[in-house]
């Protein structure tokens, strides 16, 4: 059983570089995240969908762009690369709806991006 | 405002001998509140989580949280820790819009 699957797991972009991080899971699950974790700062949510064709921001959506076409695929994209953008991203999956939020999320294995 | 604290960065144990992750929230009503624990270079795995009933709730790998409704806290603990349990555990609590809120991670280091 794959689950979350991410890829590529490591990326080096230029400034001002786009590119696209894939998600992909198997599980049906209805909810998805993008996160971003740097050192010390924890957690932060980018965007997450509730399903397929809705999309909506988290914490820190600016220089990110996402879209969810199918219910298996949630992919990120940066249209032009910061070194702002230095991070490990992760995505996960849950199955909620807004009367049942007590479903855990669970993680791919990150993609660990740098930006120079 | 609702928030999530992590008070230590780091925890230092034995092997051995028992551990404990502290987590306090700041949540109004009953919270839904969940242990992760992520090993170097892996995504978070979901340990434990607290919905309602019995306030000790027992997980994954022997690890076990206690929810205290007086103190707002969830408290993770293991009885005898191993060196294999040595990694970086975050608590998080869905907030009343429904929204998971994390706290920042406290590490952790089990020395042989």
């Known amino acids: 059983n794959a689950g979350v699957t991410q890829t590529p797991k490591f990326r080096i972009l230029k400034i001002g570089q786009s590119m696209t991080l894939q998600c992909a899971q198997d599980?049906?699950?209805?909810?998805m995240y993008w996160y971003r974790q740097d050192p010390g700062m924890g957690l932060k949510l980018i965007y997450y969908?509730?399903?397929?064709?809705?999309?909506d921001k988290g914490e820190v959506p600016n220089g990110y762009n996402v879209s969810r076409s199918t219910t298996e695929d949630f992919p990120l994209r940066l249209e032009l690369a910061a070194p702002s953008q230095t991070s490990v991203y992760f995505c996960?999956?849950?199955?909620?709806?807004?009367?049942?939020?007590?479903?855990?999320?669970?993680f791919g294995d990150g993609t660990r991006l740098s930006i120079l | 405002a609702q928030s999530v604290a992590q008070p230590e960065d780091q925890v230092n144990v034995a092997e051995g001998n028992p551990l404990t992750v502290k987590c306090t929230y700041s949540?109004?009503?009953?919270?839904?509140l969940f242990w992760y624990v992520q090993y170097p270079n892996r995504g978070l795995q979901f340990l434990l989580k607290?919905?309602?009933?019995d306030n000790l709730v027992k997980g994954s790998y022997g690890f076990e949280a206690e929810f205290n409704k007086s103190q707002t806290s969830f408290h993770l603990k293991k009885p005898s820790a191993l060196v294999s349990d040595s990694a970086l555990y975050f608590c998080?609590?869905?907030?009343?819009?429904?929204?998971?809120?994390w706290g920042l991670g406290t590490s952790l280091a089990v020395n042989p």
């Open positions: 599980m049906n699950h209805n909810y």
């Open positions: 607290y919905i309602t009933g």
């Open positions: 949540v109004s009503g009953n919270p839904y």
């Open positions: 996960a999956s849950s199955y909620s709806n807004t009367l049942n939020s007590n479903q855990p999320q669970h």
């Open positions: 998080a609590v869905v907030g009343n819009n429904r929204k998971l809120i």
């Open positions: 969908s509730v399903g397929a064709g809705i999309t």
